[in-house]
């Protein structure tokens, strides 16, 4: 703090240590003479004519006696005075040292020092002062310290100063100051008292430090705390806490409502892999600009108050991105429910426009979930959490679609919750099993290969793919799914090899999902596994459908290459389902197409899905591929598909998917057929 004096300026007495030496020494120059004087009066006045001593004893002493011992009093006493004068000349060195250690230690100081006495007049200024806010010593000593104190800082800097007399102790104080420049710093201010020897204080020591950039580093510490880097909107922790100072704001008032908005960008990872994280970070700001200038009137952006610790005002609403391509709205003061469904529509539709970034023009779309204020919710997370739930269902509707939560998405999600924790634990458990679906020739009904499906096996019994599969696949566990049931399934391959010989040997298909296709080093992963079960790469079928083949035709055919390169054999599964280009497709190094069963079940009844069959065997063959198809369930579907030179199939006709031990049984049985059918015609045939 500053000296909070008005009066004008004053000479500078000296320092109080220095005033008391050399008021003592004065005083002991006085006494050390007039004593001198009196004793040499005395030796004197005993040599005047006249002067006779009484003739008593004591002073019947010779005048020489008396005059030696009044000469010796004067040598003592003027020896005492020699050394009370070095004393106090000792004691004045040492004051003018540490003046010295002082001025020295002042005015290398970067914290400005002042020295104030017990009415506030200035008594020293260290030159720090100058350096810091630029004032030199005569513009100080010309105007008072308040003239530069902050307005809204002055009371608080004269009751600290007021205090520190008082008390004796003085409190940290940090105030704004007006630098000479015109700019404002921040100084931390510490004022100690200067005691007095009769009680109370003679002054005040007052230390003040510059933490202008301190505070600047803080205050930027505190906005990157709290607000997004990228767009400069209110990050998640600024949200929850805007959104759960709104729920108190409800709870107290019944009338106040508000809406969360989850907003997510439709197929934005697409836009960012294509054209690089830069062009995807220019969207984002833009995105973030186009929906403050499009929320209304009340939702306006919050922006930081410096200074201020408030609660925001009813009625402003906070446009927040808690990360990647997610931004949030916090609707407050809603006059009906209908109110956000409005904003949400205004919007997507103001997200039409296109946006240009990087000469290409952009057209985005959202996916919106909607959660109102509920008297039931006391945490600020499940509001959040079930506006994006509800937006996660706007996305499986399509793009740019809006749903409001309810609870039955409550619900959904919860048991989705549980579904990811137990199929977790089912990995470690290992509860996963391999269910095979015989592959047979259409020309002769023998078994040629198995396709290999994923069974979870739980105490309460299996489940089936079509309940677990999908989310296996978004959570990535579908990774370690797959690569337990390729080497589980070649082991087994290899034990039914041994039971079973046959020529050609029998077949594995397995299918790649579109997370392991995304995989760098699924080609390397495969392999490894071949090798480790030793199997022969060419009795291996990978499939991977139609629509993953062609998401990245230029990426599918690298991928598959490298497969290729393994040695296995490759299929398009479902196909007829995706959106296949047949020009693309014969550059890919695939072996076969498997028929979606679709196409199969209604072969035998209606005309045109009979001859969609018949051009596509015809259009595979034609590319050098063999057929599979898929769903065979009645004997007039086969026969029509041996018609057409489909060459192999699979479906409940022949078997539905089961397990390795009832795989076996039906080798054993069709071996054994077989090998009766062998030994009879050899014993009908006539003998040479």
């Not at 009137?297 to 991105?321: N, Q, Y």
């Not at 629509?547 to 598959?560: C, F, G, K, T």
């Not at 009832?662 to 014993?683: D, Q, V, Y």
Request: with cysteine.
């Amino acid at each position: 703090m500053t000296e909070p004096s008005k009066r004008p300026y004053e000479p500078e007495p000296p320092p109080l240590p220095i005033r008391q030496v050399e008021g003592q020494e004065w005083w002991l120059w006085g006494f050390a003479v007039a004593v001198t004087l009196v004793l040499t009066f005395g030796i004197l006045s005993l040599t005047f004519p006249g002067f006779r001593l009484p003739a008593s004893g004591f002073y019947s002493l010779n005048l020489k006696e008396w005059v030696r011992g009044l000469a010796a009093l004067v040598l003592l006493f003027d020896i005492y005075t020699v050394y009370q004068h070095l004393q106090l000349q000792r004691v004045r060195r040492r004051l003018a040292e540490r003046d010295r250690l002082f001025q020295l230690i002042t005015e290398n100081a970067a914290d400005m020092i002042a020295v104030v006495d017990g009415h506030g007049r200035r008594l020293y200024n260290s030159p720090a002062y100058q350096k810091v806010l630029g004032y030199g010593a005569d513009e100080l000593a010309s105007t008072s310290s308040l003239e530069q104190v902050h307005p809204d800082d002055r009371d608080r800097v004269l009751e600290a100063a007021e205090k520190a007399r008082l008390t004796g102790r003085g409190e940290r104080l940090e105030y704004r100051i007006r630098h000479k420049d015109g700019s404002w710093r921040v100084l931390e201010s510490t004022a100690s008292a200067i005691p007095a020897q009769g009680g109370g204080t003679d002054g005040l020591v007052i230390v003040n430090r510059d933490i202008t950039e301190r505070k600047r580093v803080e205050a930027l510490l505190a906005h990157q705390a709290f607000y997004d880097g990228l767009t400069n909107l209110p990050n998640r922790a600024l949200l929850l806490d805007r959104l759960q100072r709104a729920m108190v704001i409800s709870r107290r008032h019944s009338d106040f409502k508000f809406a969360v908005l989850f907003i997510d960008i439709d197929e934005f990872k697409v836009f960012n892999d294509s054209l690089g994280h830069e062009a995807g970070d220019d969207l984002l700001i833009q995105i973030a600009q186009r929906l403050k200038v499009s929320l209304r009137g009340v939702d306006t952006v919050s922006r930081p108050r410096p200074g201020k610790d408030i609660d925001p005002l009813p009625g402003e609403s906070t446009l927040a991105r808690p990360g990647g391509d997610e931004f949030v709205v916090l609707a407050e003061e809603l006059h009906d429910p209908s109110d956000a469904i409005r904003i949400s529509e205004r919007l997507q539709e103001r997200m039409t426009v296109p946006f240009t970034v990087n000469g290409h023009e952009i057209v985005v779309t959202a996916g919106i979930g909607i959660a109102f204020s509920d008297p039931n919710r006391t945490e600020a997370q499940d509001v959040l959490r079930d506006a994006e739930i509800a937006m996660y269902r706007a996305k499986h509707a399509g793009k740019a679609r809006c749903e409001v939560f309810d609870n039955a998405m409550h619900v959904g999600a919860v048991q989705r919750l549980q579904l990811e924790t137990d199929l977790r634990k089912a990995l470690e458990l290992d509860e996963f099993r391999v269910h095979y679906q015989p592959l047979v020739s259409l020309q002769n009904g023998q078994i040629v290969g198995f396709e290999g499906l994923s069974r979870w096996q739980r105490p309460q019994g299996i489940v089936m793919p079509g309940d677990f599969i999908k989310v296996a696949d978004e959570i990535g566990l579908i990774l370690a799914i797959n690569r337990n049931l390729l080497r589980e399934a070649c082991e087994q391959l290899r034990r039914w090899h041994a039971l079973f010989p046959s020529d050609p040997p029998l077949t594995f298909s397995a299918n790649i999902t579109a997370k392991q296709f995304a995989q760098g080093d699924l080609a390397s992963q495969l392999g490894e596994i071949l090798q480790q079960t030793g199997m022969d790469p060419r009795l291996i079928d990978l499939e991977i459908t139609e629509n993953i083949a062609m998401a990245d035709a230029e990426r599918s055919a690298i991928v598959l290459s490298e497969l290729k390169a393994l040695g296995v054999r490759l299929s398009i599964d479902d196909f007829g389902t995706g959106y296949s280009s047949l020009c693309r497709l014969q550059r890919f190094p695939v072996d076969t197409l498997k028929i979606d069963r679709t196409f199969i079940s209604g072969m035998d009844q209606d005309i045109e899905t009979h001859e969609m069959v018949r051009i596509i065997i015809m259009l595979a063959h034609n590319l050098g591929l063999k057929v599979v198809a898929e769903g065979i369930e009645k004997p007039e579907q086969m026969a029509m598909l041996k018609h057409l030179g489909c060459e192999m199939g699979q479906g409940y006709l022949f078997s539905k998917p089961v397990s390795a031990d009832e795989i076996e049984k039906l080798l054993t049985s069709r071996f054994t057929t077989s090998a009766s059918h062998t030994r009879a015609k050899a014993a009908g045939s006539p003998s040479d």
